[in-house]
């Protein structure tokens, strides 16, 4: 059976789903174990704000200006001389008639750029012409410059559509773009992640090839040489992660995200703003699944390194709500872990500053699953002054702000003593019923 025959389709939930879905999201519907299991199953627009930094999968689009591919201590390569463009007959005909290294180099960088254009790059006519094996039987030549135009194009390949990286994966492209990515040339290595991060990227399925291919274990080896690496170089890491941990029909094995979140762990702490934000995604998506993935979240230590995130910009607060949202809605130790770290004193200058109402949402969000909790967690967020910022958004917020706020006080309701309600009360005054 062909990977083709057995892939799985992309999840692509409905933001729109009817209320009875909406519910799922809560712990506190009609009471504890069970209920605190459920998670949002619909792609919130917190989302959205990755844009195409954030994508699944990246073209590496780079025109001309990429002539300086190299310093002479990584990929070598001969005096440029105007590039003449090759069809791929041409490659085809030059590859099948014992070419020389400058040969190769020729034929792979003319289909690299072909492959590099930002508009209806030309992927289906290489696949349908029979260059991919080529392609695949490049990355092993003793030529650096080969093997970097090779992965370049490989990598603009599997950024295509999932039939498309099937097709590259069938062609044998998975194992070998994995050796390169511990190449000692930190340009091979970048390109080649970049590529295996793609291919991870499309599907649970093939995010599980990647792992029986050994790419985590290529993962672990470069962060042990991280602080010798470009930051670019750290970013294809740090978004390789994010792919590793994305998907969730299913989950990656528990194995595979325990050692994950321990390189997690030191990538939430690097100085460049971009690999905090991809490593922060990666966390909040190792968070969104049951209890067991959650606790190794925990336990990893990667948490109050998160919480910081608050402090920061939208971007970087966006994953770090999302994240600890996800504890949230974990058990009872889960939920307190979350009180502890100081979340809730941190939520409060937040919730007064941010002009974003995904922020906002997601900041009720949160707060609803912790009173979802026990009573005691219900007064952590009475103490916390939460309450008041609730009722303003009910009063005054936009429609899914209030709509978020609703959740918490009917948590609250249904979970809290007497006298955390009467605190409701005495709060919830001239508040429009449609607003509930």
């Known amino acids: 059976m062909t990977l083709s025959e057995t892939k799985l389709s992309r999840d692509n939930v409905d933001e729109t789903k009817d209320d009875a879905g909406r519910l799922q999201q809560y712990k506190n519907l009609t009471k504890h174990e069970e209920l605190r299991r459920r998670r949002t199953e619909c792609s919130v627009e917190i989302r959205k704000q990755k844009g195409a930094d954030m994508m699944m999968k ?14 002479e201590s990584e990929v070598d390569e001969p005096k440029k001389q105007p590039t003449v463009r090759l069809s791929n007959d041409e490659i085809k005909s030059i590859l099948s008639n014992n070419p020389s290294e400058n040969d190769m180099i020729r034929c792979f960088e003319s289909l690299r750029k072909s492959l590099s254009k930002t508009k209806n790059p030309p992927i289906d006519e290489v696949i349908q012409s029979g260059l991919l094996l080529a392609l695949v039987q490049a990355l092993t030549v003793q030529c650096e410059r080969v093997q970097y135009e090779a992965a370049w194009a490989l990598t603009n390949i599997v950024s295509g559509t999932t039939e498309q990286t099937i097709a590259a994966v069938e062609a044998g492209a998975t194992a070998p773009l994995i050796q390169l990515a511990v190449h000692s040339s930190s340009q091979i290595s970048e390109q080649a ?63 595979v995200l325990r ?68 504890v949230a809605t974990g058990n009872d130790a889960l939920t307190q872990s979350v009180i502890d770290l100081g979340c809730l004193q941190q939520l ?89």
């Open 259 to 326: 050692v994950l979140a321990q390189g997690l762990v030191k990538l939430v702490q690097h100085p460049d703003r971009q690999v905090r934000q991809d490593a922060c995604w990666a966390v909040s998506y190792l968070t969104d699944g049951p209890d067991e993935q959650i606790e190794l979240a925990r336990e990893s230590g990667v948490l109050p390194h998160v919480l910081k995130f608050f402090k920061e910009a939208e971007n970087l607060v966006a994953p770090a709500l999302r994240t600890l949202g996800n």
């Open 348 to 436: 409060v200058p937040l919730m007064e500053k941010t002009k974003s109402s995904s922020i906002m949402k997601e900041c009720c969000w949160l707060i609803s699953n912790i009173i979802a909790g026990t009573q005691k967690q219900i007064q952590s967020v009475l103490e916390a002054n939460l309450l008041p910022l609730i009722i303003n958004i009910l009063k005054s917020g936009d429609h899914k702000c209030q709509f978020e706020a609703s959740w918490a006080l009917s948590n609250l309701a249904q979970g809290g003593n007497a006298r955390q309600i009467v605190a409701m009360m005495e709060e919830n005054v001239n508040i429009p019923v449609e607003n509930m």
């Open 58 to 71: 990246r073209r590496n689009i780079v025109d001309d200006v990429e002539e300086e591919i190299a310093s």
């Open 193 to 255: 992640l970049w590529a295996v991060a793609n291919i991870a990227g499309d599907s649970a399925q093939l995010r599980d090839y990647v792992i029986k291919c050994h790419g985590v274990e290529a993962l672990m080896m470069l962060m042990t040489r991280l602080d010798d690496l470009t930051d670019s170089h750290v970013r294809t890491i740090a978004w390789a992660f994010s792919n590793m941990c994305r998907h969730k029909n299913p989950h990656a094995p528990l194995d």
